[in-house]
């Protein structure tokens, strides 16, 4: 499938608060979030390369310890298995690309 509609993909919820529609290639998974403000992402890490950028609304984000308030423009590069977290200071719209494809998101 080369061309898809957003609104054509089934929104998920795998964490309260973070809605998603996901879109899968060959090679990588992207998540187009719309985040509550206020919603918390757990500590975790995955084996998965991602990179994060916000295209609305402010997010605190925190790295290997480390965070920062992102906002849109800006753009987070996580490594694989690296600790990261984060929290919405505002309603948010963020786009995840990840490497390889995240199998637990094509369920």
């Not at 950028?53 to 906002?71: D, K, M, P, S, Y």
């Not at 929290?87 to 199998?103: E, G, L, M, S």
Request: negative net charge.
């Amino acid at each position: 499938m080369a061309y898809l509609n957003l609104k054509d993909c089934v929104e998920k919820e795998p964490v309260p608060g973070y809605r998603a529609r996901f879109v899968h290639s060959d090679n990588m998974t992207l998540a187009f979030w719309t985040i509550a403000a206020g919603a918390a992402l757990p500590d975790h890490a995955h084996p998965h390369e991602q990179v994060a950028n916000v295209i609305e609304g402010e997010f605190a984000f925190t790295l290997e310890g480390e965070t920062r308030v992102i906002r849109p423009g800006d753009v987070v590069v996580i490594p694989g298995n690296a600790r990261h977290s984060g929290k919405a200071i505002t309603p948010c719209r963020i786009i995840d690309v990840f490497y390889p494809i995240r199998q637990d998101y094509k369920s």
